[in-house]
């Protein structure tokens, strides 16, 4: 029998500089960045911008480190907790992997709400100027877990199902017994949803049409942060039920509610109160 799946065996590693290896992951957040800065300036053209295109960069600079900082935090304090206490340099070990969008979402706001301050510019008319140009740094994001063959798919047989071989057995990538069990037909019990692909394509695509074309016209202030919160916390509700809940945490109740999920939820509530808000309160 013949393998019916595609064996993922992309290299994580874009390339080395001495011995070091960059990975793929890694370059998915310059081109977040790059593409951030890019569609800023082109919003910041617009009439209703709170802000203008030399200030653009400033704004990029705060955000990173806020993505950055609150990314690593939230990954350690929702999905770790207890790893972190027993190693607290868990928290500074970035390489190691584990980078949480909630944590990176909470310390986006932060960041947002003190360069406001330092403009003199509104918290909610500034997100609203920036959530647009987050999804399709998402999909960047995401398409660069695909690529490390990391955060994959529950188990299904659907044509287009990707084989993960670090799902099979650690440092299955460079297993040639696996890959000749491929080639022979039989990991295809093993084949899984590439959900990576699937958060890309909905948490970053889809959000950065809807967002874009929303934003397009002014809109009543926070109404479009909140579109962005209820549309994200939807679009990755739905893209939880194809994704493998986190192997220690498994799925937190009802046999399918994954942190995922919970984490959603909130963001979902928040952002249809938000919208409600900005469309009843006086202008």
Same mark, same amino acid.
């Given at each position: 029998?013949?393998?019916?799946?595609?064996?993922?065996d992309?290299?994580?590693?874009?390339?080395?500089?001495?011995?070091?290896?960059?990975?793929?992951?890694?370059?998915?957040?310059?081109?977040?960045?790059?593409?951030?800065?890019?569609?800023?300036?082109?919003?910041?053209?617009? #009439?209703?911008?709170?802000? =203008?295109?030399?200030?653009?960069?400033?704004?990029?600079?705060?955000?990173?480190?806020?993505?950055?900082?609150?990314?690593?935090?939230?990954?350690?304090?929702?999905?770790?907790p207890?790893?972190?206490?027993?190693?607290?340099?868990?928290?500074?070990r970035?390489?190691d992997?584990?980078?949480?969008?909630?944590?990176?979402?909470?310390g986006?706001?932060?960041?947002a709400?003190?360069?406001?301050?330092?403009?003199g510019?509104?918290?909610?008319?500034?997100?609203?100027?920036?959530?647009?140009?987050?999804?399709?740094?998402?999909?960047?994001?995401?398409?660069? =877990?695909?690529?490390?063959?990391?955060?994959?798919?529950?188990?299904?047989?659907?044509?287009?199902?990707?084989?993960?071989?670090?799902?099979?057995?650690?440092?299955?990538?460079?297993?040639?017994?696996?890959?000749?069990?491929?080639?022979?037909?039989?990991?295809d019990?093993?084949?899984?949803?590439?959900?990576?692909?699937?958060?890309?394509?909905?948490?970053?695509?889809?959000?950065?049409?809807?967002?874009?074309?929303f934003?397009?016209?002014?809109?009543?202030?926070?109404?479009?942060?909140?579109?962005?919160?209820?549309?994200?916390?939807?679009?990755?509700?739905?893209?939880?039920?194809?994704?493998?809940?986190?192997?220690?945490?498994?799925?937190?109740?009802?046999?399918?509610? #994954?942190?995922?999920?919970?984490?959603?939820?909130?963001?979902?509530?928040?952002?249809?109160?938000?919208?409600?808000?900005?469309?009843?309160?006086?202008?």
């Amino acid at each position: 029998m013949e393998a019916s799946f595609y064996y993922h065996d992309l290299n994580p590693v874009a390339f080395s500089i001495g011995g070091f290896g960059v990975y793929w992951y890694s370059l998915m957040y310059l081109v977040a960045f790059a593409q951030f800065w890019i569609l800023g300036r082109v919003r910041a053209g617009a #009439t209703h911008s709170p802000m =203008n295109r030399e200030q653009v960069a400033d704004l990029l600079f705060w955000g990173v480190i806020g993505v950055i900082v609150g990314g690593r935090l939230g990954y350690v304090l929702f999905y770790v907790p207890g790893d972190v206490l027993a190693d607290p340099l868990l928290l500074f070990r970035i390489r190691d992997g584990g980078m949480s969008f909630h944590g990176g979402m909470l310390g986006v706001i932060v960041a947002a709400w003190a360069y406001g301050r330092h403009l003199g510019v509104g918290f909610l008319r500034l997100t609203d100027f920036i959530v647009p140009l987050i999804p399709l740094g998402l999909a960047a994001g995401r398409v660069g =877990n695909f690529i490390g063959g990391e955060l994959w798919g529950r188990k299904t047989d659907v044509p287009w199902a990707v084989i993960f071989p670090e799902s099979i057995q650690a440092g299955g990538r460079h297993s040639e017994a696996l890959y000749q069990q491929y080639l022979a037909g039989a990991l295809d019990d093993f084949a899984r949803h590439p959900s990576q692909l699937y958060q890309a394509a909905l948490e970053g695509l889809a959000l950065f049409v809807v967002l874009w074309v929303f934003s397009a016209r002014s809109r009543p202030v926070g109404a479009v942060s909140g579109l962005f919160l209820a549309g994200y916390g939807v679009f990755r509700f739905i893209a939880e039920f194809f994704r493998e809940p986190d192997a220690h945490l498994g799925f937190l109740a009802f046999d399918w509610l #994954t942190m995922g999920q919970l984490l959603s939820l909130p963001m979902i509530l928040a952002g249809l109160g938000l919208m409600l808000y900005a469309y009843r309160r006086p202008s």
